[in-house]
């Protein structure tokens, strides 16, 4: 059984930083791509950011040279670096996986449980 396990998250002041982080755990073959998506209130899950594990990232035009995406292959973790916080930035954080359970498997995409972030005066 794969899971995500994400942390990170709070409330923070317009202007702060948090850095999320997310583990997967349990049968893992080789992980691919990892990212983070967030769901702010009463709208759709939304593409964050994502990295090839080559660390080749991608990032959505709102959070362009605010946010880092970071991983370390070695701990099968995630990072999301979160600078110059926005009201807009309020959302549910989930990070996701593609990967692999065995060789030659069928690549999955798992799902962390999601982590609050709430940036507000």
């Known amino acids: 059984q794969v899971q995500l396990v994400e942390s990170g998250g709070g409330l923070v002041q317009p202007g702060g930083s948090l850095r999320l982080s997310c583990s997967a755990s349990?049968?893992?073959?080789?992980?691919?791509?990892m990212g983070w998506y967030r769901q702010p209130p009463g709208k759709q899950r939304e593409l964050v950011a994502s990295i090839t594990s080559g660390g080749t990232a991608n990032y959505a035009d709102s959070v362009k040279g605010r946010f880092t995406i970071s991983r370390d292959n070695a701990k099968k973790t995630v990072y999301l670096q979160m600078n110059s916080l926005k009201p807009e930035d309020t959302a549910v954080y989930y990070c996701?996986?593609?990967?692999?359970?065995?060789?030659?498997?069928?690549?999955?995409?798992?799902w962390g449980q999601g982590t609050q972030v709430t940036v507000s005066s």
């Open positions: 996701n996986a593609d990967l692999i359970v065995t060789f030659g498997g069928r690549v999955t995409r798992y």
């Open positions: 349990g049968r893992i073959f080789s992980i691919y791509v």
